[in-house]
Every structure is written in C-alpha cells, then in structure tokens.
C-alpha cells in the first residue's frame, strides 16, 4: 500500500452506503456504489484497480450519479472517481490474479480466507449463513447454542455515534440462540451438505460438565468443525454462566476439559475481557485441553443514560441493564488483550481467533501481526453487511501481494516483538518535531488551541494565522499532529537531545 494516502473517509463522510444504491442504478459506465464502499473501508487501490484501462469516464459527464443521490448534492461522487483514477490508479500495482495468500487454516482445518462471523446475531440462522458464504466468508461461529429458554429484550441494542451517523461504539443485551438444539444440529447438517468447504465453529454453553461435553458431542455429530465455547457472555440471567465462568480460571478448565471428552474436533476457549489479563484463564484453558483461544468477547458497559428519565439505553419499559459493549472503539482494548496471549510462552502453541472492533482489512492485518491467526467479525456487518467482505479480502491480498508474502500465515504474530507491556523500552533521550504544511493549512488554529491548553505552549500563529513552532517548547508529544482537521502537520525528522 502506497504510504501517502490520498483519498480520506471524511470525503464521502455524507454517503450513506446504501442498499440497491440510486447511484450505481443511474451510471451508465460504473459501480459508484462498489467504488465508495472501497474507500469507506480503507480498500483505496481496490477502487482505483476498478478503473483500470477505462477512459477518464467522468470527464464529461454531467454526474447522474450525484442527482440520483439520497442526499443529492453532498456526495462528490464525480470528484472521488476522477481523483481515484488520477491520482490513485497510477499508484496502484498490479493486482493479485488469485487469492492464494488468504487461504489459512484454523488448528489444522482448511480456511479459504482468516475471515469468519462470530457468534452472534449475524451467524443465527440457516440463510444468513449461507447468505454469508455465498458472499465470501470462510465460515461462521454460529450463535451460541444451549438448552435455556431464551426470551430476548426489546429493544436490545444502543450505539455512540460519530459525526456521520456511523456506529464506532455498539452495546447489545442480547443473550443466545433462541432455537433448540435439534433445530441448531439440523441446520449444521444442512449448511455442511450446501457448503462443505465453509467452516462451521460451533458455539456453545452448557449449566454443567455432563451439558458442556453433550453438546460438544452433537455438534461434532452434526457437522461442525470445530467447538467454541462461550466463557465471556456478559448478557446471562443465571449465575455462574457467560462471563462469570471465563473470569474463574479453575472453571475455565474443568468444562474445557469436560467438552474436549465429548469431541475429538478442535476446541477453542472463548474468554472474557472483563478481566484485568486474559492469561490466567488462557492457561487454564490450555490445561483443560483446548486447541485454541477466541478473544475478545464485548466488554461490560453502561451507556446514554437519558437525562429526562435517568434511565440508559437500552430502556426496556423503563429499565435497562450492563450490557457488552463492542464495535470500532473497543479495538485498542482487543489488541492489547490479543498480544498478551501472544507474549505469553506457554500459550504458543494454541490457535488465537482474534475479534473486536475489526471494521476493514487494516484491522484484521493489525490482528493478525498480534497474533491472531483467523478473524472474526459481527459488530461491523451488523452495520454494513455481509458485503464488507469482499474489500476485507481484496485490501489483503493486495496488501501481501505488495509487501511479498506467499501467505497470511507469515504475518501472524510478527508485530509482537516491536511491542512491549513496559514503556520502559522507550528511547527517551530525542525528541521528533512536528512539521506544518502551510499549502494544505487552513488556519483554524486548533494546533494552537491544543498545544496551549493540552500541551507545552510551543505554538503560535502568524499574521496569516499559520502555526509557528518554538522548537525551545517543543517536546514533541504530537498533540498537534492528532488534532489537525485537514492532515496538514506530520511527524517531522529533525531530532535533538532535549536541554
């Protein structure tokens, strides 16, 4: 991928990313819609290789695209086409003819791609599953099976928004699979003789061992490929289920090893986050007999308590409840947890299915250099769809393609080392300054706001109000660089030994 990037999510941050979109309906030569879901998810090459051989297809157009617009006038839909065919496409290298590189495997079962839905609302039934797979997903972590009789909440799930309406923070209440088991095992029957290729993990949760190793032994009956079980559900009535067995690394172990005697296929543990270290439990997993690790399930949360009523959301009849909290914020949280896994000797040779937060192929690569060897993914097709898969898989094979990789097999784990728990490894005796574009700068003073009042009083601004720097203040924290709305100040490369 091209370091300098040059189109930004915030152009389009008016596209609404639509269904069956009104602009792919009245262009006659392109997908607009295809091109823009690429951007949107960071899959800018992706766009521009759609464009290849094709003439400057907007020049003179009069932008249908544009007028046919749910929000006619806001999307410059005509502007991102030509600056991804001028400034992006002659960037662009040749794209992989196949998808080789993504075929992986999952403790040892083939996988024709890392991506996998997670065990949730988007892997509950027989035809969104098989909706997935012919989308592209190598498999699916089918919604948490079990013997309890399940009434879900209404309304179930709330969300923090950002500027554009899109969800980066998702809480649910949401609980299990609401289907018997013997509606769950015929499913597996029917989704394996379909699609014998895709890979069913079955998720599962028992109230005791003879529960766990049953039902591990029907889905292994039934077709699955391999066993999930759910230690980190936040969302369960009774006690002693969900996350109140995976934060007790003694429970954790006596039902992995009850439902690794229930299955010869391979078992993974799927841990809480509502722990201060996922580790303890990973090991007791691990001496349990499990195969592998799923992290992280969502977090515990309370969120947008209503100021009129006093109430947070989810309000069921004027009540609510913690629930688990997911989405594009929590994935700092993941990543940290995911590398501790990694770090750890004893636990290198499980299996890490990595998930939280992951929204485009940049942050399943992220994953991946951590440690996890296969994704899984729910918060963000639950905003998007299934169809986010295709730049999942394109942004990442031209990713390996380009940084010479045969397959996502050797970047597992390989970011590992640059990280460490302790800042104490910190080279602390330089300091990098920040640099100012004074072409791009708007001058609207943020940096300057920032440094004074969040910083070390290194900024002012000119009589053009462009930012001058005092390199005796400067510490070169980058504050100024994280603020700046327009990307018009870099990390600079002058160095010097602070006084």
């Known amino acids: 991928?091209?370091?300098?990037?040059?189109?930004?999510?915030?152009?389009?941050?008016?596209?609404?990313?639509?269904?069956?979109?009104?602009?792919?309906?009245?262009?006659?030569?392109?997908?607009?819609?295809?091109?823009?879901?690429?951007?949107?998810?960071?899959?800018?090459?992706?766009?521009?290789?759609?464009?290849?051989?094709?003439?400057a297809v907007c020049e003179n157009c009069s932008a249908p695209c544009e007028q046919s617009c749910i929000k006619s006038g806001k999307v410059h839909i005509r502007d991102l086409v030509r600056r991804l065919q001028s400034e992006v496409l002659p960037q662009t290298d040749e794209f992989p003819k196949d998808e080789e590189r993504l075929k992986t495997d999952l403790c040892g079962i083939p996988l024709e791609n890392p991506f996998l839905l997670s065990s949730s609302v988007v892997a509950s039934t027989y035809d969104m599953c098989a909706r997935a797979f012919e989308a592209g997903w190598a498999g699916a972590c089918f919604k948490t099976i079990c013997s309890f009789d399940i009434h879900e909440a209404s309304p179930r799930f709330s969300a923090v928004r950002g500027d554009n309406?899109?969800?980066?923070?998702?809480?649910?209440?949401?609980?299990?699979?609401?289907?018997?088991?013997?509606?769950?095992?015929?499913?597996?029957?029917?989704?394996?003789?379909?699609?014998p290729t895709k890979f069913i993990l079955a998720s599962i949760m028992g109230q005791d061992e003879q529960e766990w190793e049953d039902l591990a032994r029907q889905c292994e009956e039934n077709g699955a490929d391999a066993v999930e079980l759910n230690f980190s559900c936040p969302n369960m009535m009774e006690g002693g289920l969900g996350s109140d067995i995976g934060q007790i690394p003694e429970l954790v172990e006596k039902?992995?090893?009850?439902?690794?005697?229930?299955c010869s296929i391979p078992v993974l543990a799927k841990l809480t986050p509502n722990v201060a270290s996922l580790v303890p439990a990973a090991l007791a997993a691990k001496r349990g007999g499990a195969d592998g690790i799923a992290a992280i399930n969502t977090i515990k949360s309370i969120l947008a308590i209503n100021l009129h009523t006093y109430v947070s959301s989810p309000s069921v009849h004027g009540k609510s409840a913690v629930g688990g909290y997911s989405g594009n914020a929590v994935k700092?949280?993941?990543?940290?947890m995911i590398a501790e896994l990694g770090w750890t000797?004893?636990?290198?040779?499980?299996?890490?299915?990595?998930?939280?937060?992951?929204?485009?192929?940049?942050?399943?690569?992220?994953?991946?250099?951590?440690?996890?060897?296969?994704?899984?993914?729910?918060?963000?097709?639950?905003?998007?769809?299934?169809?986010?898969?295709?730049?999942?898989?394109?942004?990442?094979?031209?990713?390996?393609?380009?940084?010479?990789?045969?397959?996502?097999?050797?970047?597992?784990?390989?970011?590992?080392?640059?990280?460490d728990p302790?800042?104490?490894?910190?080279?602390?005796?330089?300091?990098?300054?920040?640099?100012?574009?004074?072409?791009?700068?708007?001058?609207?003073?943020?940096?300057?706001?920032?440094?004074?009042?969040?910083?070390?009083?290194?900024?002012?601004?000119?009589?053009?109000?462009?930012?001058?720097?005092?390199?005796?203040?400067?510490?070169?924290?980058?504050?100024?660089?994280?603020?700046?709305?327009?990307?018009?100040?870099?990390?600079g490369g002058k160095r010097r030994n602070p006084v």
């Open 345 to 419: 000797e004893e636990l290198k040779s499980l299996h890490i299915s990595g998930m939280g937060g992951i929204e485009t192929w940049k942050d399943a690569m992220e994953f991946i250099l951590m440690g996890s060897a296969s994704i899984q993914i729910t918060t963000a097709v639950m905003q998007y769809g299934y169809r986010i898969i295709d730049d999942l898989k394109d942004g990442m094979n031209r990713y390996l393609t380009e940084k010479g990789f045969n397959s996502v097999k050797e970047m597992v784990g390989l970011g590992l080392d640059a990280v």
């Open 332 to 336: 700092p949280i993941a990543l940290r």
């Open 255 to 262: 039902y992995t090893a009850a439902a690794k005697r229930g």
């Open 1 to 55: 991928m091209n370091n300098v990037k040059t189109l930004y999510r915030r152009d389009m941050i008016e596209c609404l990313l639509c269904d069956d979109a009104p602009c792919t309906k009245a262009c006659p030569s392109l997908d607009p819609a295809a091109l823009l879901r690429s951007i949107w998810f960071d899959n800018e090459e992706g766009a521009a290789a759609q464009l290849k051989d094709r003439e």
């Open 422 to 491: 302790s800042t104490d490894v910190l080279e602390r005796d330089t300091v990098i300054y920040p640099r100012f574009s004074r072409t791009t700068c708007v001058g609207c003073g943020r940096c300057k706001v920032s440094c004074m009042d969040g910083g070390h009083q290194a900024i002012r601004l000119d009589e053009n109000r462009k930012p001058i720097l005092d390199p005796k203040k400067c510490v070169g924290c980058h504050l100024c660089v994280l603020v700046c709305p327009t990307d018009s100040i870099k990390s």
């Open 165 to 195: 309406g899109s969800i980066f923070g998702f809480k649910n209440i949401e609980q299990l699979s609401d289907h018997s088991v013997a509606e769950n095992m015929e499913i597996f029957r029917r989704l394996k003789e379909k699609y």
